[in-house]
């Protein structure tokens, strides 16, 4: 029996396990109180963030209707575009990518529910980087803890990344307090999560977030702690990092 053709396909950071995770979850994704509750609740948090940072960058006033008009924003594991469809109201050309098939099918649905002209793909950002893409801001939000391979994955991220863009990332860090708040507390106490939707040891510090950013051709320009006030039940950005955090980063031009 001959050997079967070498593939040249570029190697993807997809976990199989991860995506039967999520799309078991995908029909849920709008759902305010489901399964993805805590992204809904944190969403206005994360979408300052990246609206901040996104005008100081690229030198845009937010009190415009469409202060992004004319800037290519691609959201890296978008799923069911909760991140996709805010940024395309604020004019950003929008493409929305995820490994679950399911997640981008459901996004492309309520995008045209609700009006928005965006380009959702089932990729991984290896072929995007195969392909020779780049964009003026990559997000890459609450899912570099779900990938095969850290480095390997922010490599392709920054690949993404246009000379003088910016690169928006999210994710929790690997300490005793995130092991009590948002694997033991979110999942078995207060049930915000499904058990089992994060493992503890693949969470990622900042000092390791920035190293894969720098390898990949990014300079850090600083994080940002992301903090559950319980009785307001609010979020608001800190200086805390222990547990949810975002990092800024740009490409020189």
């Not at 029996?1 to 993807?12: E, G, I, K, T």
């Not at 009190?63 to 799923?79: K, S, V, Y």
Request: with cysteine; hydrophobic share 45%; proline share 6%.
């Amino acid at each position: 029996m001959s050997a079967a053709p070498a593939s040249n396909a570029p190697a993807s950071s997809a976990v199989d396990a991860e995506l039967a995770k999520f799309a078991a979850m995908a029909d849920t994704w709008w759902d305010p109180d489901g399964p993805f509750k805590p992204l809904h609740t944190f969403n206005p948090t994360r979408l300052t963030y990246i609206r901040d940072n996104a005008a100081e960058r690229f030198g845009r006033d937010i009190g415009q209707r469409h202060p992004f008009a004319g800037l290519r924003l691609l959201d890296i594991g978008c799923g069911g575009g909760l991140l996709c469809e805010p940024m395309a109201r604020m004019g950003f050309d929008v493409t929305g990518i995820d490994a679950t098939e399911k997640n981008t099918k459901i996004a492309a649905v309520h995008a045209e529910q609700s009006g928005l002209d965006i380009a959702y793909r089932c990729a991984t950002p290896e072929t995007l980087v195969a392909e020779g893409r780049t964009f003026d801001v990559v997000l890459t939000m609450e899912v570099v803890e779900h990938v095969a391979d850290v480095d390997a994955f922010l490599h392709s991220c920054g690949a993404l990344v246009a000379p003088g863009g910016l690169l928006i990332g999210a994710t929790l860090n690997r300490t005793a307090k995130a092991f009590a708040l948002a694997k033991v507390g979110a999942e078995y106490v207060l049930r915000w999560l499904p058990r089992g939707t994060h493992d503890w040891k693949k969470f990622v510090k900042p000092s390791e977030f920035a190293a894969g950013l720098r390898a990949g051709g990014l300079a850090v320009d600083g994080f940002a702690g992301m903090t559950f006030n319980p009785l307001a039940r609010t979020w608001s950005l800190t200086r805390d990092l222990d547990v949810n955090y975002m990092i800024a980063a740009h490409k020189p031009a």
